[in-house]
């Protein structure tokens, strides 16, 4: 089965969006953390933060089409969305960072 890569990622920017209009807007830096399914979550982003450095690594030697970067990209914004998400549906207050420089 072929999966039209493009509406793969319209699939997952429309997920996003519906995950961001049910959680508070976003104000200050999140520290990775929260329920345990939230932190799975964050756990999934860096992998696929890892796979996307890979990923454009390989393409300065390979071509690489466009469309698997914006998907992985996109997969990784999935997932911290979702990390937010969970925790707002679970009732876990998100850990901010407070910058102590100030």
């Known amino acids: 089965m072929i999966i039209n ?3 793969l990622i319209e699939h997952v920017e429309k ?5 961001q209009d049910a959680i508070p807007q976003l104000k200050s830096f999140v ?11 964050h756990v999934c982003r860096t992998v696929c933060r890892r796979a996307e450095r890979l990923i454009i690594a390989l393409s ?4 690489v089409d466009s469309n698997l970067m914006a998907y992985v990209n996109r997969l ?13 549906i679970e009732k876990v207050d998100e850990k901010i960072w407070q910058n102590p420089c100030k």
């Not at 300065?60 to 071509?63: G, L, P, S």
């Not at 990784?76 to 707002?88: A, G, I, K, T, W």
């Open 5 to 7: 890569r493009v509406l």
């Open 15 to 19: 997920s996003i969006d519906r995950m």
């Open 31 to 41: 520290i990775p953390g929260g329920s345990r399914s939230a932190s799975v979550a």
């Open 60 to 63: 300065e030697n390979a071509e």
């Open 76 to 88: 990784s914004d999935y997932f911290f969305v979702l990390s937010r998400y969970l925790n707002n």
